[in-house]
């Protein structure tokens, strides 16, 4: 009787071999699709995240700066607690700017700072106008983080530019109000505010924002 032998056949090592290598190449170009679509939308939320930060600062700066000088205990049943002879601006730098009064709408007045240290920007806030500590950068809110620049430009009633200082006030020292010609003299003051945010394998989201605050209580101190 004749013997049948099956017959069976299996891939060889180079047929194995090329469609490992086809499955990788698929694989990787899948990879590479999703890489770039995530890419894409982590890039949009970080801008995203940056606009809505800058703009959150910049609203909550310019609200609070607006209402520089409008001093309650001056318009309260108590003659003893007003305040006369102080200033709306204490101090008005290039990068850091302390307003006074009831910035909050609050029934107490206090000093207003808004500076930048390092990449953060902050807000500190202090009953206190004669200590030192009120005026310097530390130790307060923050307000925003990733920050690359922070400008207050100031004007007079006539719109012209005042110099960077005013009145050569900085900060790091107790409140002087003589001279203060300057800081009377304010009547605007033009914020700028710039967040870059890093994006892995991508150029930094870079966020500019500008505003315009007139102050409004020119005549309560």
């Known amino acids: 009787m004749t013997n049948i032998r099956g017959f069976r056949k299996g891939l060889t090592m180079i047929e194995v071999l090329v469609?490992?290598?086809?499955?990788?190449?698929?694989?990787?170009?899948?990879?590479?699709?999703?890489?770039?679509?995530?890419?894409?939308?982590?890039?949009?939320?970080?801008?995203?995240?940056?606009?809505?930060?800058?703009?959150?600062?910049?609203?909550?700066?310019?609200?609070?700066?607006?209402m520089a000088g409008y001093v309650p205990e001056n318009y309260d049943a108590d003659p003893a607690n007003e305040f006369s002879g102080t200033a709306r601006l204490h101090v008005g730098t290039a990068n850091a700017v302390a307003a006074f009064g009831s910035l909050e709408g609050g029934t107490q007045s206090t000093v207003f700072l808004f500076c930048r240290s390092g990449t953060t920007l902050l807000k500190k806030v202090n009953i206190n106008t004669a200590d030192a500590a009120t005026y310097t950068c530390n130790n307060a809110d923050v307000l925003a983080d990733n920050v690359s620049l922070l400008r207050f430009t100031y004007f007079d009633a006539n719109n012209a530019q005042l110099a960077a200082n005013l009145d050569g006030k900085g900060l790091g020292a107790a409140l002087d109000l003589a001279p203060r010609t300057a800081r009377d003299s304010v009547r605007t003051i033009a914020i700028t505010l710039q967040i870059t945010e890093p994006v892995p394998r991508q150029q930094p989201q870079v966020y500019t924002l500008t505003s315009t605050v007139t102050l409004r209580n020119l005549n309560n101190l």
Request: net charge neutral; no cysteine.
């Open 19 to 66: 469609s490992l290598t086809i499955f990788l190449v698929v694989l990787l170009a899948i990879y590479q699709l999703f890489d770039t679509s995530h890419a894409t939308y982590q890039s949009g939320t970080r801008k995203q995240d940056a606009q809505q930060q800058a703009r959150l600062a910049m609203d909550e700066m310019v609200r609070e700066l607006r």
